[in-house]
């Protein structure tokens, strides 16, 4: 099984510089700079079909083909490397063990877009992974590899670390991007998007930290290469997925996509706990809407679980045995978003707290059956938020609402959980 993102991994520590380069570390952004034009780099990126690794899955090379060319002044790139989903750790997991591939990879998009300053964004809390970038960034400046006249290429990229305070609505690009010019982390209207009008009112484009440290081995390998590590052919490319919950090996794989749900949990991940039967699993993140065991064989690709009523996200898979309370599941994740909500809409505002409070009803044995409809027609209601935090709350409660309604009533006829509240 070929690995690209975690190919150069050591075990216990972080790869040093000098591990990188010795085992083709760099090789692609000295291809790209001797020999590729920045819209080769962008062509070879949209032909490998890379899509965005941070949840939204959008084609990366379609997100920077609407960068305008003819608008003269500084373009950015941002890292987005927030990271704060529940049951999401991939990217810190890549960067304390490999930041050079996210240099390199920064470096090769900044090309193709035609940037020269750009920021990784991360999180307060992710100390080791900061530092680790800081210092990649001094040797790669060191080597000439960053910073100005790159191989003597002409081309000159400044690259900044900046550790954000920390809140949840900071993986919304824009606002990312108000959180980077110091202003209140609050998402903006769009349009304008931001690869018209975004840092600084300036052309930007925001990428995740897995999506970029795919680039090296893309340039370096082609496309055709990186289309044929998935497992099916409407994907490409392998994906970080991080497992946690009820299983014998939680821990952070790269694993080719469209390998199915099952083979992920039996294989890599060992099975469930002894004694533990699979009853269901977020699958991409805590803003995803559950899978059972119906969806044992469903490939883990984009496509393929959008079709099966989720989506892939991050690639965050929580497994639960059959011993969990689904409600209290979806009451501890809706707890989340509703702390997290930046306050700047109404549906956002308020709307979380209520599901909030009308789940915590119905698991303390205080639910009615009117509940539900209420929560189903709030399902709908918060898709009418500014921006994705809410819709993305609610992906769980819709889950638990086709799939576990009669544990809901379950609730409501006992008076009580019949699971002793184990969420």
């Known amino acids: 099984m070929e690995q690209v993102l975690f190919r150069h991994n050591r075990p216990g520590r972080c790869v040093t510089f000098a591990e990188y380069r010795a085992e083709g570390g760099f090789a692609a952004l000295e291809k790209a700079l001797s020999g590729m034009s920045p819209n080769d780099v962008q062509q070879v990126v949209i032909d490998a079909n890379l899509r965005g690794r941070g949840g939204a899955g959008f084609p990366t090379g379609k997100k920077w083909s ?16 927030d990271e704060m989903e529940p049951g999401t750790y991939k990217d810190r997991i890549l960067l304390e063990a490999n930041p050079y591939s996210l240099v390199e990879g920064m470096t090769l998009a900044a090309y193709a877009i035609g ?7 991360i999180r307060r809390g992710y100390e080791e992974a900061a530092e680790n970038c800081r210092r990649a960034i001094a040797e790669a400046k060191e080597a000439g590899l960053l ?33 980077l010019e110091g202003r209140r982390a609050n998402p903006r209207s769009k349009p304008p998007f931001p690869a018209v009008k975004g840092l600084w009112g300036r052309p930007t484009v925001v990428n995740n930290v897995e999506t970029l440290a795919n680039i090296p081995a893309i340039v370096a390998n082609g496309a055709a290469w990186f289309k044929g590590l998935a497992r099916i052919s409407e994907a490409a490319g392998t994906k970080l997925f991080c497992v946690s919950g009820h299983v014998n090996n939680a821990a952070c794989f790269e694993l080719p996509l469209g390998m199915s749900l099952g083979e992920i949990i039996d294989g890599p991940c060992g099975g469930m706990l002894p004694g533990r039967e699979f009853k269901a699993c977020i699958p991409g993140g805590a803003s ?46 809706v707890s989340f978003y509703a702390r997290e909500s930046c306050g700047w809409c109404t549906p956002c505002r308020e709307g979380l707290p209520f599901v909030k409070d009308v789940l915590a009803r119905i698991e303390a044995g205080a639910g009615r059956e009117e509940h539900i409809a209420i929560l189903r027609e709030h399902v709908q209601y918060l898709n009418y938020a500014f921006c994705p935090l809410a819709p993305g709350a609610m992906g769980p409660v819709e889950g638990l609402l086709r799939l576990f309604e009669d544990e809901i009533r379950e609730h409501i006829v006992l008076g ?4 002793g509240g184990k969420g």
């Open 147 to 179: 910073g100005n006249n790159i191989l003597g290429s002409g081309f000159s990229l400044e690259l900044d670390v900046h550790q954000s305070a920390g809140r949840y609505i900071c993986g919304e690009e824009t606002a990312l991007m108000n959180a």
């Open 66 to 81: 609407f960068v305008p060319r003819d608008i003269p002044g500084p373009r950015y790139l941002i890292c987005n490397c």
């Open 288 to 333: 995803t809407p559950f899978f059972t065991r119906e969806h044992w064989n469903v490939p883990m690709d984009f496509d393929a679980v959008a079709r099966a009523g989720s989506r892939l996200g991050t690639g965050g898979i929580v497994v639960f045995d059959r011993n969990t309370c689904m409600v209290a599941a979806t009451l501890n994740l």
């Open 416 to 419: 009580r959980c019949p699971f």
């Open 115 to 121: 940037v020269a300053h750009a920021f990784i964004f």
